[in-house]
T-cell receptor, first 116, second 112 residues
Framework: GDSVTQMEGPVTLSEEAFLTINCTYT??????LFWYVQYPGEGLQLLLK?????DKGSNKGFEATYRKETTSFHLEKGSVQVSDSAVYFC???????????????FGKGTKLSVKP | DAGVTQSPTHLIKTRGQQVTLRCSPI?????VSWYQQVLGQGPQFIFQ???????GRGNFPDRFSARQFPNYSSELNVNALLLGDSALYLC???????????FGSGTRLTVV
C-alpha cells in the first residue's frame, strides 16, 4: 500500500544553517504531496504542497519539489531560525487509496531543534 | 473566521469506558476527517465524512465510530477504551475538494 518514509530525527542545527529533511513515498496512483508542521502542544499546520510532478511548493522560506522519478519530496530551507523548531511531517493524498480523497498518509515525523 | 474547533481539549478516561469527541469544521466546509496521533508517530487516518456520509475508513477496529450532523459538525466515538487508545485525536475539514489543509488543535485522550 501507499506509504511515506522520512529521515529519522532529531535534527539539531545552529541558527542560519541549511536544512534538508528527506522524504520518499510509495503510491499506486498520482498522489498530492504535503509538508505539515507541528509546534509543541499544537495541531498540524500545512506548510506547503505540490499536486503534480515537478511542482515546487514553497512557504515561509521552505521549499520542496515533487520528484516523480525519485519518488521524493525533500523539504529545504536556506537559513533556519530558532522559531522553526518543531516536528515536520511529510504526507501524501492518493484518491486511489482507501477510496477517499481525504485520506492523508503521514510519515513518522522529523523533530527539528534550532539552537541560537 | 474560526478555524476547525475540537472539544474537549483534554480528557482522561478509564479502561472500558466510552468517549465522544467533537469537531466543528470551518464554516462552509462539508468534509470532516479524523486522525489518531500516538505520541512520537505521525497521524493515522480513521474516518472521512462528506455530506453526512462515510467516504473513507482507515484500519481501526469497530470500537471506533463517527457521524456527521446536518450542520457538518462531527463526533468520533470510541467504545471499550484500551490503554493503547491514548493519543491526540485530530480533526480536519475541507470544502470537499481533495487538498486537506485545515486541522484543529486536537483532543488529548489519556486512558488509565
Amino acid at each position: 500500500g501507499d506509504s511515506v518514509t522520512q529521515m529519522e530525527g532529531p535534527v539539531t542545527l545552529s541558527e542560519e544553517a541549511f536544512l534538508t529533511i528527506n522524504c520518499t513515498y510509495t503510491a499506486t496512483g498520482y498522489p498530492s504531496l504535503f509538508w505539515y508542521v507541528q509546534y509543541p502542544g499544537e495541531g498540524l499546520q500545512l506548510l506547503l504542497k505540490a499536486t503534480k510532478a515537478d511542482d515546487k511548493g514553497s512557504n515561509k522560506g521552505f521549499e520542496a519539489t515533487y520528484r516523480k522519478e525519485t519518488t521524493s519530496f525533500h523539504l529545504e530551507k536556506g537559513s533556519v531560525q530558532v522559531s522553526d523548531s518543531a516536528v515536520y511531517f511529510c504526507a501524501l493524498s492518493d484518491p486511489n487509496y482507501g477510496g477517499s480523497q481525504g485520506n492523508l498518509i503521514f510519515g513518522k515525523g522529523t523533530k527539528l531543534s534550532v539552537k541560537p | 473566521d474560526a478555524g476547525v474547533t475540537q472539544s474537549p481539549t483534554h480528557l482522561i478516561k478509564t479502561r472500558g469506558q466510552q468517549v465522544t469527541l467533537r469537531c466543528s469544521p470551518i464554516s462552509g466546509h462539508k468534509s470532516v476527517s479524523w486522525y489518531q496521533q500516538v505520541l512520537g508517530q505521525g497521524p493515522q487516518f480513521i474516518f472521512q465524512y462528506y455530506e453526512k456520509e462515510e467516504r473513507g475508513r482507515g484500519n481501526f477496529p469497530d470500537r471506533f465510530s463517527a457521524r456527521q450532523f446536518p450542520n457538518y459538525s462531527s463526533e468520533l466515538n470510541v467504545n471499550a477504551l484500551l490503554l493503547g487508545d491514548s493519543a491526540l485525536y485530530l480533526c480536519a475539514s475541507s470544502s470537499g475538494t481533495d487538498l486537506l489543509s485545515n486541522f484543529g488543535s486536537g483532543t488529548r485522550l489519556t486512558v488509565v
